[in-house]
């Protein structure tokens, strides 16, 4: 059985899978504005949470927010179902593509074999629809791949029921009811609004763009404080989360440019593709960063001078995207 | 971004299966959508993360040679997996998985507990023993 499905390749898992998935249900929004509209951007700097022994920085919000954001805002009736035993979710599975219905789903990146090899560390958080079954594979749509693939039974187990944290469970969604109407124009601001007050007017140092200033500030003395091998690893990580797979360049800033530049034609509002512009220019300074970044892992030497200067990039870099929330806030604010 | 400037470097972690979507500017400023088939900076990154994880795998091998640790020493840094997250694939806690990473407790291990390590790894009870594996896995 296969499901008449478009597949479309998108930068963000996630917001992916939700456009694919409305796609299939009569609803057509591109990437950059489910991302949008469902808030996906923010900055969030956690030292005090480490994943092997590395500070967790995001450049995004945390996994499944954007989806049940988005589905708030445009009233789209999700249903999500949680499974104790993978026999039962494979079923499950089976019944919903006997229905003809594209199912999203949860899974560890670790179990899916048609990603390149250097991608898959256990990350639990990565979102596939599946459309089809055929000759005992799964037809998978993975948001971030050009082309459909194809899964294997047992992989799929495998990535759906991965252990670790957070633990997928089977977890597959799909919606149950789409909205015959809906105002755009108030799900666009929505999203613009709590984006740009969480980047701002959060008053906890850690998150936001005080959260970059934050962290320009630690990574200053990271050579001194626990030497120059982990000061390169952590930079290095640093660089993946910003630039691996799934953020569309420069930590989703770009998405989020194009999200405002979409976002200005359908509100006709001049001063939202100025901010476009804007944050495509600080969108340019982080690879500016990463870009240095790079250089300073690849050599594999640093000293503290090019650490004060990375560190000077991000403060810029923070000072930027302050006054372009800030800005956006303030158009937002009456709407 | 503009379009043009969207990185195409060939020397990437790839293997020709990804060709990433990034989102570039066009002459107006507008958003269009460019494939990207690798950028250094992020392969570099990458890189050395597998350099990390390959470094403790090879020194994991060697202590299993030299009879310091166990197999599963070995498949649990292979599949970059913690004790905790072999515990739970396992059922058991993390601490007898440290426990087990000894050869002195591992030999003790029942038919059983070494059939849940396999699976974890997705390997036979029989691979997950043998030791001499890990000698011709010399690279």
Same mark, same amino acid.
């Given at each position: 059985m296969i499901v008449n499905f478009t597949h479309k390749q998108s930068a963000h898992c996630e917001s992916g899978v939700v456009s694919n998935l409305l796609r299939f249900h009569g609803l057509d929004f591109d990437e950059p504005m489910v991302f949008g509209i469902g808030s996906g951007l923010f900055f969030s700097y956690l030292p005090f949470i480490k994943v092997n022994g590395i500070p967790v920085a995001a450049y995004r919000i945390w996994p499944g927010q954007i989806f049940k954001r988005f589905s708030e805002r445009i009233g789209i009736k999700i249903e999500t179902k949680k499974f104790s035993s993978p026999a039962k979710a494979m079923v499950a599975l089976d019944q919903m593509l006997e229905k003809g219905q594209p199912v999203g789903m949860l899974t560890s990146v670790f179990y899916l074999n048609y990603l390149p090899a250097a991608y898959r560390f256990h990350f639990n958080a990565h979102n596939i629809i599946v459309f089809g079954k055929e000759n005992g594979n799964y037809l998978v749509s993975d948001p971030v791949m050009e082309y459909t693939t194809e899964i294997s039974y047992e992989d799929l187990?495998?990535?759906?029921?991965?252990? @670790?944290m957070p633990e997928p469970s089977g977890r597959m969604y799909y919606p149950v009811q789409i909205p015959s109407d809906y105002s755009l124009e108030k799900a666009l601001w929505k999203g613009i609004k709590q984006t740009s007050d969480h980047m701002t007017r959060i008053?906890? /140092?850690?998150? @936001?763009?005080? @959260?970059m200033k934050y962290l320009a500030?630690?990574?200053?003395?990271? /050579?001194?404080?626990? @030497?120059?091998r982990k000061a390169i690893q952590w930079l290095g990580n640093l660089i993946r989360m910003q630039e691996e797979i799934g953020t569309g360049g420069a930590g989703f800033r770009f998405i989020y440019a194009a999200f405002l530049d979409q976002a200005s034609i359908k509100l006709q509002n001049e001063k939202l593709f100025n901010l476009s512009k804007?944050?495509?220019?600080?969108?340019?300074?982080?690879?500016d960063f990463a870009y240095y970044a790079g250089r300073v892992c690849k050599n594999r030497k640093s000293d503290t001078r090019t650490f004060a200067e990375l560190a000077d990039m991000l403060e810029a870099c923070a000072q930027r995207e302050q006054e372009i929330f800030q800005e956006l806030y303030d158009v937002s604010k009456s709407k | 971004m503009e379009k043009d400037q969207v990185p195409q470097d060939q020397e990437n972690l790839n293997e020709g299966k990804l060709a990433k979507l990034y989102y570039a500017?066009?002459?107006?400023?507008?958003?269009v959508k460019v494939n990207s088939i690798g950028w250094e900076p992020e392969t570099v990154a990458m890189q050395q993360a597998w350099d990390v994880v390959n470094g403790e795998v090879e020194e994991a091998r060697r202590k299993v040679m030299e009879g310091k640790a166990s197999p599963l020493l070995y498949y649990m840094k292979k599949n970059i997996m913690t004790p905790s997250l072999v515990g739970s694939y396992a059922s058991t806690l993390s601490v007898m998985v440290r426990l087990h990473c000894y050869p002195y407790f591992f030999k003790r291990l029942s038919r059983k507990k070494l059939e849940k390590y396999a699976y974890t790894f997705r390997i036979t009870v029989e691979e997950l023993t043998d030791i001499d594996l890990l000698k011709k896995n010399d690279r």
């Open positions: 187990v495998r990535a759906r029921f991965a252990k @670790g008053p906890v /140092p850690i998150v @936001g763009s005080k @959260g500030k630690r990574l200053r003395y990271w /050579p001194e404080r626990i @030497g120059d804007q944050l495509t220019k600080s969108g340019d300074q982080l690879r | 500017t066009d002459d107006k400023g507008h958003y």
